[in-house]
């Protein structure tokens, strides 16, 4: 995952990125995280946000 955000340029596009991929049960989870300035203040947050998303998909082996 990391090569191919690499890859595709996302990671000089989007300073920060962060990406976590995992297996469980048969399922590839996948999580991705990137900082954000967000252009107004909010009173007592954070000066720079996180944006996520997360997918997942199913394996189902052949044979």
Do not use: F, I, K, N
């Amino acid at each position: 995952m990391r090569s191919y955000l690499r890859d595709a340029g996302a990671s000089r596009d989007h300073p920060g990125l962060r990406v976590t991929v995992r297996v469980d049960r048969g399922r590839v989870l996948v999580d991705l995280a990137a900082p954000m300035d967000l252009p107004l203040g909010l009173p007592g947050a954070a000066d720079r946000a996180t944006v996520r998303a997360r997918g997942s998909a199913v394996v189902q082996p052949e044979g």
